[in-house]
């Protein structure tokens, strides 16, 4: 049996997720813009590839400040979503039904990481780390705010144009 780790080793492993999390999403989002056929929808989604990058870099800063490694762990449930999205991208769905899908799959994406975020912010704040814990609110509130602008997206022409490819 090995060495009983602590609470601060599971909040570093927590943090290592979520890096594997983001860095796995730097390539699915490219491949997710490629596959949207909606101007909007491609927007939005290399708009926050490189919101992404920002998130990578901001893990990096906060691995250096704690003098550990970000890598290590691979991030098992990012991997599933990302294959689910690419499911939906390689099925043989009309554009805007592939468009909806693709938010659908996003959705989930961004669900995955505020839930990620706002557990590991919880933890900054019970080992008393604000600043830390400030830096993991910006990035959930910038997961947030995609979620936001996909469900808007969904719901103004996506969605509808879906439905009536469907129905013609």
């Keep these: 049996m090995g060495k009983v780790k602590d609470f601060r080793a599971l909040f570093i492993d927590q943090l290592r997720d979520i890096y594997s999390a983001e860095s796995q999403l730097l390539k699915a989002l490219k491949k997710m813009a490629e596959a949207a056929t909606l101007p909007a929808l491609k927007d939005a989604f290399?708009?926050?590839l490189e919101e992404t990058r920002d998130h990578v870099e901001r893990l990096k800063e906060l691995f250096n400040t704690f003098d550990e490694k970000p890598t290590g762990k691979t991030c098992?449930?990012?991997k599933a979503l990302i294959a689910e999205g690419e499911d939906i991208a390689a099925e043989h769905y009309s554009p805007a039904v592939r468009d909806a899908?693709?938010?659908a799959a996003a959705q989930r994406v961004e669900h995955y990481e505020m839930a990620a975020y706002g557990t590991v912010r919880a933890f900054a704040l019970l080992l008393r780390d604000e600043?830390?814990?400030d830096l993991l609110q910006l990035t959930f509130?910038?997961?947030e705010q995609c979620d936001k602008k996909?469900?808007?997206l969904a719901r103004t022409p996506i969605n509808e144009l879906a439905l009536q490819e469907e129905c013609v």
């Design 46 to 48: 290399l708009n926050h």
């Design 76 to 78: 098992e449930a990012m």
């Design 101 to 103: 899908g693709l938010i």
């Design 131 to 133: 600043s830390t814990a």
């Design 141 to 143: 509130k910038e997961e």
């Design 150 to 152: 996909l469900t808007v």
